[in-house]
């Protein structure tokens, strides 16, 4: 029998010691035939063949790259130019028999997709989430004064007769973003700096919590 790529230039002879070998990317039709020891030439059998040793390609984004107190979701885009995408391998094992998927994570980590083409080749891809941040902020704390004391879950000041000035501070895993008071039971009222001014007389409850930038809120801390 003899063999040709569709790309070649005639023939090749194709025996048990001379078999011909595609040793490049390939995608086209090879075509067989046999010639008997009589010279007489069959039909020609044609069938198309991809070789290809080229791993696919991947991308992906996030439905959000800022800080979030939700569940973020990865979107993954396979590309391959010759065999095509056979399916992406999510990190939960699921196979998805496209080019493309979505995959939910609720935590921060780096997570596995694979990418495999109709040819077998497979493409490892890493995706890494760090914008994740569902826990609440440090309750506030102020600085200790010297005339303060705590009682019934609050810090008590002692008379004075100067305006008083809290200094707080809090913390978060994607940092604080705001603070917030309320008093006399006003609403909640944005601090601009982490300090707070008190010039009221009388006596005042002042409620103070911190915003993060995912957008979770501490408890309060009354003084």
Known sequence: PEGSAEDAAGWLEYSDTARPIIERRFNGKIHARCIDTAGNVSDVLSSDVIVEDTPPTATHSLN???????????????????????????????????????????DNGTYAFSVFDNSGNEFKYPVAVSNI???????????????????????????????????????????????????????????????????????????????????????VTKF
């Open 64 to 106: 959000t790259e800022s800080w979030t107190n939700s569940d973020v979701t990865i979107s993954i885009a396979a590309q391959d130019d010759l065999s095509g995408v056979h399916h992406i391998l999510l990190p939960d094992g699921q196979e998805v028999s496209a080019a493309a998927a979505d995959y939910i994570v609720a």
């Open 133 to 219: 941040d569902k826990t609440s902020p440090t309750q506030p704390k102020t600085k200790a004064f010297a005339n303060a004391f705590f009682a019934n879950g609050r810090s008590v000041f002692s008379w004075t007769n100067k305006a008083m000035t809290l200094e707080f501070a809090s913390s978060a895993p994607s940092g604080i973003c705001a603070y917030e008071y309320k008093c006399k039971n006003n609403d909640w009222q944005p601090i601009l700096e982490n300090s707070l001014t008190v010039k009221d007389e009388g006596i005042n409850v002042v409620e103070i919590r911190s915003l993060s930038n995912a957008g979770n809120i501490s408890s």
